[in-house]
């Protein structure tokens, strides 16, 4: 049996979720390849052949190109070139562009990953697609289905519900998720508890963060200290922010950026800064905040670890930089929902700036916190984070084998599909 995959990405946060799903069925080829015939394996698809198509929702070296470099994925098979624009601009011009390179590839199965506009655009155009006139579409696979954050004011919490609806196979990292399924009128039997990919490539590349320059080019090493003795690592806070509801108001950024005073005032606070939250910074005359400003600082070394209560503003870091950073950090501020999955996950305290989570298990586990947006809420937040100590559990099935489970639900399901079309 032969079946074809598509998998779409398009925006930063899909690259790591992709990532392990690709080079599962490159693995899963390699393995069936050394099978004598004989052995075919009954229902399940021998040769896959994976197609990728990279929506173009990020563009940038730093924010696309350079992950393809660290996580080692293959270049994408087609390349949409959708670039940026208002929600709906974004999200028709990846529809209007999407079709005809799936009625072209016609595969058997996409895969649609996380909850950005590239991933609901996708879900949406393969979902009414027909192949033959007769209503022919690809199974529609949803690889982080199941997160909620009850807010509809984030885009993301819309994709995730549409997407969520439109998929024939959910793949769910959390408890919540099954929950929220549920509740949501969901069949079970679409619902596969299987993990976390983002986490897959966290425990793949975690020795290769550990070579990455990146401490030593921000001059934060050599610098023991009571909190964090004999590692030979300063203490330091990560900080990244990109949420429009955090950045796109000038109250709202100035607000977060006075509850971070306090912090900088007592270690180095490094912050590898969003185009968006960059281009804010100066639209809002917030650069008295900041130390390098427009990523000025990104190649020379760091002078001195000492603190002036400004922020290290750097240009965005790649991925292997940015995990070695996020694992050595006292403490990580963000609003990003993959970081406070990736501090579970290394058990590093987490300080998150929102009113709510769409991924409960981070708070159960004990990594990290809501500070809401607030100043004050930040202060003590903060001030809370830095004194964690404990160790962590991980959650369930957090445990680098995601893409594994997902590839053998996919053959199955293809497996089943096959024999229903050849009947
Ligand atoms: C998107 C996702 C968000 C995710 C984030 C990670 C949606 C609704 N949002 O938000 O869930 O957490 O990615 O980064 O899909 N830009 C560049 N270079 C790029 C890409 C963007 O300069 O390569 C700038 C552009 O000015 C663009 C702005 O960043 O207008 C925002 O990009 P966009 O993709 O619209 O949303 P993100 O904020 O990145």
């Not at 052949?49 to 190109?65: I, P």
């Not at 994709?159 to 609806?165: E, G, P, S, W, Y």
């Not at 180095?268 to 968006?276: G, K, L, Q, S, T």
Request: charged letters at 20%.
């Amino acid at each position: 049996m032969k079946a074809k995959i598509m998998t779409v990405v398009g925006a930063r946060p899909n690259f790591m979720k992709a990532a392990p799903i690709i080079a599962a069925i490159r693995e899963h080829n390699e393995r069936m390849a050394a099978l004598p015939n004989s052995m075919e394996v009954s229902n399940s698809p021998v040769v896959i052949e994976s197609v990728m198509v990279h929506t173009g929702q990020h563009y940038d070296e730093a924010m696309s190109d350079r992950f393809f470099v660290d996580l080692c994925i293959p270049k994408p098979t087609v390349h949409l070139g959708a670039g940026s624009g208002s929600h709906a601009a974004q999200t028709a011009e990846i529809m209007k562009r999407f079709e005809s390179v799936l009625l072209q590839e016609q595969p058997n199965l996409l895969i649609v990953v996380g909850d950005v506009n590239s991933t609901l655009a996708c879900a949406l155009v393969a979902a009414k697609i027909s192949f033959d006139g007769n209503g022919t579409r690809p199974l529609i696979a949803h690889v982080e289905a199941g997160l909620r954050s009850f807010d509809r004011c984030m885009p993301e919490e819309t994709n995730r519900i549409l997407t969520d609806h439109l998929a024939d196979l959910l793949f769910v990292t959390e408890e919540s998720g099954i929950r929220n399924l549920q509740q949501e009128g969901i069949p079970d039997d679409k619902v596969h508890f299987v993990g976390n990919t983002m986490i897959d490539s966290l425990l793949a590349f975690r020795s290769k963060a550990s070579t990455s320059h990146i401490l030593d080019t921000l001059n934060l090493r050599g610098m023991d200290s009571a909190e964090r003795p004999g590692n030979g690592v300063a203490r330091y806070a990560l900080l990244t922010l990109h949420r429009p509801s955090n950045v796109d108001h000038r109250e709202s950024f100035l607000a977060i950026l006075e509850g971070l005073e306090e912090l900088a005032s007592s270690c180095a606070v490094i912050f590898p800064a969003h185009p968006r939250t960059q281009q804010r910074i100066a639209d809002f005359g917030l650069e008295r905040f900041f130390d390098h400003v427009n990523g000025a600082g990104n190649e020379e070394k760091r002078s001195s670890t000492s603190t002036n209560g400004k922020i290290c503003l750097l240009d965005p870091l790649g991925y292997i930089d940015c995990l070695c950073l996020m694992e050595h950090a006292a403490v990580v501020i963000t609003d990003s929902g993959g970081i406070q999955e990736e501090t579970t996950a290394l058990g590093v305290p987490c300080v998150t700036v929102r009113e709510n989570t769409e991924r409960p298990v981070t708070i159960q586990v004990g990594t990290n916190i809501l500070a809401g947006t607030s100043a004050e809420g930040i202060r003590q937040a903060t001030r809370q984070q830095l004194k964690l100590g404990a160790e962590f559990a991980m959650p369930e099935a957090w445990d680098g084998k995601s893409a594994e489970r997902i590839l053998e639900v996919i053959c199955r399901e293809l497996g089943k599909q096959q024999q229903t079309s050849a009947s």
